[in-house]
């Protein structure tokens, strides 16, 4: 079973401060997923990669498959930003998710 | 397209009775997915059915049936509640076979406690 790390738990940040969030993972996958669930519960699909580097808008991630790591960045960050920011993985097989416990990130005026 | 929803939005069973939890996906996707989410456990996989006709276990099915007799819908069957199954549960679906790597697509989720 893949084991899902994400670091930090919890980040406070002021706006336009460039964030970064972690996630590392055991066993060789398929794909990466980043989530971003809101306050009301919501969940939305932000990326899905299998390597290299996406970009949509404000939000960057990357992925190094060698070192089973991804990074979620977040540039000029806005309290509107403020969420849990989720980390998934495919197994090979491309069935099924697990999940990272996710990053709860608020960003302040 | 309404997307992915879920019936109802919130529900208290007392322990022992039965529900059943209704995820309706108009997006034509292949693949459906029922998780739980639980405060410093992230989401888990409970069942997820790759086509119509299709139930596999998840991560943690105990406890819980699904059936998927139409595409389009994909139910969660508790039979008889334990106050452990108190929870916040999404379903979600994702496009067909040719494109299983792409995103999944969640519904807003039904929160359940048990008492």
């Known amino acids: 079973k893949n084991e899902v790390e994400q670091s930090p738990q919890n980040l406070t940040a002021q706006e336009e401060e460039f964030i970064t969030i972690n996630c590392s993972y055991s066993?060789?996958?398929?794909?990466l997923h980043w989530l971003q669930q809101h306050p009301g519960g919501g969940i939305v699909s932000l990326f899905m990669?299998?390597?290299g580097k996406k970009k949509h808008g404000r939000l960057i991630a990357t992925i190094n498959i060698q070192e089973k790591h991804s990074s979620l960045h977040i540039t000029a960050s806005h309290p509107r930003d403020s969420a849990v920011y989720i980390c998934a993985v495919n197994d090979n097989a491309g069935n099924m998710l697990t999940f990272g416990g996710g990053t709860r990130l608020m960003v302040k005026p | 397209n309404a997307g992915v929803t879920q019936t109802p939005k919130f529900r208290v069973l007392k322990t022992g009775q039965s529900m059943t939890l209704l995820c309706a996906q108009d997006?034509?996707?292949?693949?459906m997915y029922w998780y739980r989410q639980d405060p410093g456990m992230g989401l888990r996989l409970i069942h997820y059915s790759v086509g119509e006709g299709t139930t596999a276990k998840g991560e943690v099915p105990d406890g819980y049936n699904v059936s998927r007799l139409k595409k389009q819908n994909f139910l969660l069957g508790l039979e008889s509640a334990a106050p452990s199954q108190t929870s916040v549960y999404f379903c979600?679906?994702?496009?067909?076979?040719?494109?299983?790597?792409?995103?999944?697509?969640f519904g807003p989720g039904t929160r359940l406690l048990v008492l």
């Open positions: 066993v060789g996958i398929s794909a």
């Open positions: 979600a679906s994702s496009p067909p076979r040719g494109a299983l790597r792409e995103t999944q697509y």
């Open positions: 997006m034509n996707h292949e693949y």
């Open positions: 990669l299998s390597s």
